[in-house]
């Protein structure tokens, strides 16, 4: 069994765990979800074996490379990194709920890389501006982020629908069995800080890399500054926390604007726009 089985065990194993995180969230059975979070460890396990198997595939024909390089290999490693950031904070904080409204988005990651006709997975050498080895640096912490702040969210709108069944004064069961406002906000701040450090020094790896490969640590290449852009959203998420007090409602918004943000930075701008990062999605 070669990786790219492996990745599609992988998909099925995410897919059917989001489907049994929602079936807890619809029918409130916890031993459905028990089954979900199974599947999930069980996807994240076959995940890394794949993983090191695309890894030293890539030394077998000769590339040598970490699988970071391309749209497909991006796209796994992002549901590697958001279902075990969901993982973490289901054993911390027992609300398994949550994973109703993550798993889906690592399912939907690993059933597009799987499927469409965009993307190619094939593993191909290296050229010449990616051969560094401030290439894993800057991915990996780059995707902690964008891993991050894809569960944070899902606890945006989990905060939002939650509300929404508050201000409804309990006529929407379904909604009041979310965990209480204040905890789906202490969350959705934490996961943001974590983000937002691991961003942070992803913009930072790849300022170096970029002064290594081209001679200037920043170039306004759209890439770069899509990636400005939505780290300044979050840090002033976090400013208006502080220094403001902003709280729930605008804070859960502004975690769904930011994951758009993060979701146009890493696929908008490799699709829709030319620069010095269209030959990968890193």
């Known amino acids: ?7 599609g065990v992988t998909m099925i194993a995410y897919i059917v765990a989001a489907a049994f995180y929602i079936g807890l969230f619809l029918f409130k059975n916890e031993r459905v979800g028990v089954f979900g979070m199974a599947l999930a460890m069980a996807g994240v396990g076959i995940q890394t074996a794949a993983t090191g198997l695309r890894w030293y595939e890539s030394y077998q024909m000769g590339a040598g490379h970490a699988p970071l390089t391309n749209m497909y290999e991006s796209l796994v490693f992002f549901a590697w990194c958001t279902t075990i950031i969901y993982l973490v904070l289901e054993f911390r904080f027992k609300t398994r709920v949550m994973g109703a409204f993550v798993m889906p988005c690592a399912a939907v990651a690993m059933a597009y890389a799987s499927f469409s006709d965009r993307i190619d997975d094939q593993i191909s050498p290296l050229i010449p501006a990616l051969q560094s080895n401030w ?23 989990m905060y939002l629908l939650k509300q929404s069944a508050s201000n409804a004064n309990d006529r929407q069961p379904l909604l009041n069995a979310l965990p209480e406002l204040k905890v789906i906000d202490d969350q959705t701040h934490k996961t943001i800080v974590f983000g937002f450090m691991w961003l942070s020094a992803g913009i930072i790896t790849g300022a170096v890399w970029a002064n290594e490969a081209w001679g200037t640590y920043w170039s306004w290449d759209p890439k770069e500054t899509w990636s400005i852009i939505t780290w300044f959203l979050y840090a002033l998420t976090l400013h208006a926390r502080f220094t403001r007090g902003w709280r729930g409602r605008r804070i859960a918004w502004l975690a769904i604007l930011g994951f758009l943000a993060v979701f146009f930075t890493y696929f908008g701008v490799n699709f829709f726009l030319s620069g010095l990062h269209s030959y990968g999605s890193v």
Do not use: K
């Open 1 to 7: 069994m070669d990786s790219s089985q492996l990745f």
């Open 135 to 157: 290439l894993i640096a800057h991915v990996v912490t780059c995707f902690i982020g964008y891993g991050a702040f894809a569960v944070a969210g899902g606890l945006g709108v």
